[in-house]
């Protein structure tokens, strides 16, 4: 060891924010593998759902961007198989997109800070992008959560109280006035890094343990 590097002192590795919807495409990829990949670094994930759709409408867009411009839609559903194929993540184009993930995005609210996000995130992904099927209804929601052992009939009412509506709208509104416009977007020590292309920048960003 050099005397420079005694001398600078060391941090632990940042966490890193990922800010998501299970509606969104290019949130499936970063979902399915950012754990894998945090881990391999030392960097702890922090779970961040919010709605995109009130993003779009401030933005003055109805709908995704994907659909409201077809050339860019029919790009993107080209790019998702490359990109998938590249990390290894399962895909299938829906048949519906995008999908309502209101629901599903209140119970990520309850279990944020719970051993099971991870999984319960990736399972909801493939149910969407894999499997082509509803994540919306407490039946969606419930068959995922059983799945994972837990209580679905109690989770379910947890997630569709009035408080925890109000927590989804108050993380929507957090992401708005952080500058978020899109997801999957990640936040590590205060920086924001967007689309799951800038996931393994913000990895490394978040993995830097010598002081700046």
């Not at 495409?25 to 945090?38: G, K, L, Q, T």
Request: aromatic letters at 10%; proline letters at 8%.
């Amino acid at each position: 060891m050099c005397i420079r590097d005694r001398l600078e002192p060391v941090r632990a590795a940042a966490p890193i924010d990922i800010w998501f919807d299970f509606g969104s495409n290019y949130s499936h990829i970063s979902v399915m593998r950012i754990e894998r990949d945090a881990a391999g670094r030392g960097v702890p994930v922090v779970w961040k759902p919010f709605l995109l759709g009130p993003i779009f409408k401030a933005l003055g867009w109805e709908t995704s961007p994907f659909i409201l411009y077809k050339p860019l839609g029919d790009y993107m559903w080209q790019d998702m198989g490359r990109q998938c194929a590249k990390y290894g993540v399962p895909w299938r184009q829906p048949t519906v997109f995008p999908r309502l993930s209101v629901l599903p995005l209140r119970m990520a609210l309850i279990g944020a800070d719970q051993p099971w996000i991870g999984e319960y995130c990736r399972r909801i992904m493939h149910r969407n992008f894999v499997e082509d099927r509803d994540i919306h209804t407490p039946e969606a929601v419930g068959d995922v959560l059983a799945g994972l052992g837990l209580p679905a009939s109690e989770l379910i009412a947890q997630a569709q109280s009035e408080p925890n509506k109000l927590k989804l709208r108050e993380a929507t509104a957090t992401a708005q006035a952080l500058g978020i416009f899109g997801a999957p977007t990640f936040l590590v020590r205060g920086e924001l890094f967007w689309g799951n292309d800038r996931l393994d920048d913000a990895l490394n960003f978040a993995a830097q343990r010598s002081a700046p």
